[in-house]
């Protein structure tokens, strides 16, 4: 008997310690998520605050009601049109990057193509010139709507970003730079000094060796570099060693950045691609290769005419717009 009740005692007494462990690895628990939960909210609102200087300092995207009629959503894909401006205090600016971003959520793959500037284009409702006059003259949706046109390419959402915001925003995504292996010395027209090799580019580093073109592949060579740094950015935004910075680029954005997507879309989208693990960038340029010319107009200057119609099909087997 006395063994039995030795036995229960010991086992009440491992029960109780099992208790008390299960309560303080919860507590721990708990705490823990409490304190990442804060820190996530303290660096978003930080992330507000830097916006809403920004806004107050520079205003880098005029504050207006941007029109903007997305296409018709299909079931796995959506195509996001990014532009590029350099304000410079100017009302009117003409785009200085026009890309469209496609992700295919059944599979979380992304391409991604960039439209050289000097395309000639169709413009509705405007004579023919340069594809980068299309947002000077209408803004986003004209912009859209000459694509549209000479490409038939849905496109569902827009974001427009600045140069100088971009320059804040890489800064807060990777503090200690992103890694870039700059192919030549570049310094022209682009206020800072880059020296061949690799390197970890600070915001206006990076914007520098984007938007460099002064070589004998002059703006082809420019949408190259734009396309390797995006694919650098999209590196730094799903390495681990950045988690703890994407709630204040996530607060940053809202004031940084110009988009039809609501806080909740622009943090599921961002969230979504993260939880679907490695992801890699598919790249095209329009026009492809051989299939343009150099032309001259008065009211244009220097452009690109292209074959609108075999560029067209090459971009719908790209973007795979007849799987739809």
């Keep these: 008997m006395e063994d039995n009740h030795n036995v229960e005692t010991r086992q009440h ?46 205003a880098p995207i005029e504050e207006e009601v941007i029109e903007f009629e997305g296409d018709e959503k299909t079931e796995t894909i959506s195509n996001y ?11 009117q600016s003409r785009s200085d990057t026009m890309m469209v971003l496609s992700w295919n959520r059944d599979t979380n793959s992304l391409k991604l193509v960039s439209f050289m500037r000097d395309i000639y284009a169709d413009i509705p ?23 549209n046109t000479m490409f ?12 100088k915001s971009f320059e804040s ?21 682009i206020d800072v000094n880059l020296t061949q090799g690799v390197h970890q580019l600070d915001g206006k580093e990076l914007l520098g060796y984007a938007r460099f073109r002064y070589d004998a592949n002059g703006d082809f060579g420019r949408v190259e570099r734009q396309q390797k740094v995006i694919e650098a950015l999209k590196d730094e935004l ?10 204040k680029l996530v607060g940053a954005t809202q004031g940084y950045i110009t988009t039809d997507l609501t806080k ?6 961002v969230l979504s691609v993260v939880a679907g693990g490695d992801v890699e960038i598919e790249k095209m340029t329009i026009p492809t290769e051989g299939t343009y010319q150099i032309g001259h107009y008065q009211h244009a200057g220097e ?13 719908h087997n790209f973007l795979q717009l007849e799987e739809e």
């Excluded at 049109?81 to 009302?91: M, Q």
């Excluded at 409702?125 to 709507?145: C, E, F, I, R």
């Excluded at 925003?169 to 027209?189: H, Q, R, T, Y």
């Excluded at 452009?303 to 971009?315: A, G, R, S, W």
């Design 152 to 163: 038939d390419i849905p496109i569902q959402h827009y974001t427009i970003i600045d140069f």
């Design 81 to 91: 049109l990014i532009i590029g401006i350099d304000t410079r205090g100017e009302e």
């Design 125 to 147: 409702g405007y004579q023919s010139y340069k594809l980068n006059t299309a947002y000077y003259l209408g803004g986003v949706q004209l912009l859209k709507d000459t694509l």
């Design 169 to 189: 925003l890489i800064d807060i995504l990777a503090p200690n730079g992103v890694e870039i292996d700059v192919e030549k010395d570049m310094s022209a027209f």
């Design 13 to 58: 007494r491992n029960k109780k310690r099992k208790l008390r462990k299960g309560r303080i690895f919860l507590l721990f628990l708990f705490s823990f998520i409490l304190v990442v939960s804060a820190f996530a909210v303290y660096q978003y609102r930080s992330g507000l605050q830097l916006a809403k200087q920004s806004k107050e300092l520079e």
């Design 264 to 269: 909740k879309e622009e943090i599921k989208t």
């Design 303 to 315: 452009v690109l005419e292209i074959d609108v119609e075999t560029n067209k099909q090459q971009l």
């Design 238 to 247: 799903l390495s681990p060693k950045n988690l703890p910075n994407l709630p």
